[in-house]
């Protein structure tokens, strides 16, 4: 499958993305606007349908009807009109960049920090934040943002400042080029690096969670660990990310039986080792967010083709849990 961004724009249409995707073979039997859901998929299904019955969404440059079926090899070509963003107001949100060009931005974002605004969620968003500091991202789908963080994870992102920006970065997370490196501190003592291979799926019964899963909507998912170091009764450990679904190492870990410190969704009831040092029982009774960080980030500039990483070190609060989990060896 092929994706891109039309690097030329006639005068009508400066204020549309227009993209391309040819329709791979594994796609032979499915409607136009299934496949344009995958093709396209940072829209939703319900816009591309209308932008289908509108013309905008073309196969083999003619209009066509949602329920059309293709047969692969297809050329499609989308003029995604910018969407009306009075919701996403740009907002002055402090933000920690860590580089920025005329390409990509990359940012530190900090624990409590939402990334895109929803139900619940309308401001006080880092996509606010960001069109703020640069009010062009407003015609970036998702205002450049290719890759999210939960709320309560910190770390490295990276966000797009153009549409072949966009473009290659997507393309990159595709490909599993982009290299994504998180520290985590784990409950319990894990005894061996490895992999986890293990598809991720919707919750049977609790809608904002993810499971281990063989079902219909299961997807790929890798995360491969290495052990850091190791305390009374924690592992800090390493992931890095092959794949990026929601939740992924959360999931991955608390289904080896290790589930991260604090997690509000996968970590059960809070567990204070026995004999624990006061002050450690004290803090892991506080300590509400999963204790992960999206430590490294590696890419390739979308622009040079340059080869490029960064590296944030671990927010205060996982800085001081690893402090006390030391001095608690030594009870």
């Not at 501190?185 to 499971?211: E, M, N, Q, S």
């Not at 850091?228 to 592992?235: A, V």
């Not at 490294?296 to 927010?315: C, D, K």
């Amino acid at each position: 499958m092929t994706e891109k961004f039309a690097q030329d724009f006639s005068p009508e249409t400066e204020d549309e993305n227009v993209l391309e995707a040819e329709v791979p073979a594994q796609m032979n039997g499915l409607r136009l606007d299934q496949a344009a859901a995958q093709l396209f998929s940072d829209f939703s299904r319900v816009r591309l349908q209308g932008w289908i019955r509108n013309g905008n969404l073309q196969l083999e440059g003619k209009s066509a009807r949602a329920k059309d079926k293709l047969v692969g090899g297809e050329l499609l070509t989308l003029k995604a009109e910018v969407e009306d963003q009075d919701h996403w107001k740009a907002e002055d949100i402090p933000l920690d960049i860590i580089f920025e060009d005329e390409a990509i931005i990359v940012i530190n974002k900090p624990v409590g920090l939402v990334v895109h605004p929803a139900a619940g969620n309308r401001s006080g968003t880092l996509l606010n934040g960001l069109l703020h500091r640069c009010p062009a991202l407003g015609k970036i789908p998702r205002a450049g943002i290719v890759h999210r963080l939960d709320k309560d994870t910190s770390g490295l992102m990276v966000v797009a400042k153009n549409l072949s920006s966009h473009a290659s970065l997507v393309e990159q997370l595709r490909e599993k080029s982009v290299s994504r490196i998180y520290q985590a501190v784990a409950f319990g003592l894990v005894t061996a690096g490895g992999t986890v291979d293990a598809p991720l799926g919707r919750h049977p019964t609790h809608r904002t969670k993810r499971a281990v899963s063989q079902g219909a909507d299961a997807r790929e998912a890798v995360t491969h660990y290495r052990i850091l170091d190791k305390y009374r009764s924690h592992t800090l450990v390493q992931c890095s990310l092959e794949t990026g679904r929601t939740h992924q190492i959360r999931v991955h870990m608390a289904h080896l039986g290790y589930p991260l410190v604090g997690d509000p969704l996968y970590g059960g009831r809070p567990r204070i080792p026995k004999g624990s040092a006061p002050a450690l029982i004290e803090f892991l009774e506080k300590f509400k967010r999963q204790a992960l960080h999206a430590w490294q980030l590696g890419l390739e500039h979308p622009e040079t083709g340059e080869s490029l990483s960064w590296q944030a070190e671990l927010p205060e609060d996982m800085q001081q849990l690893l402090t006390l989990l030391e001095q608690d060896n030594a009870v």
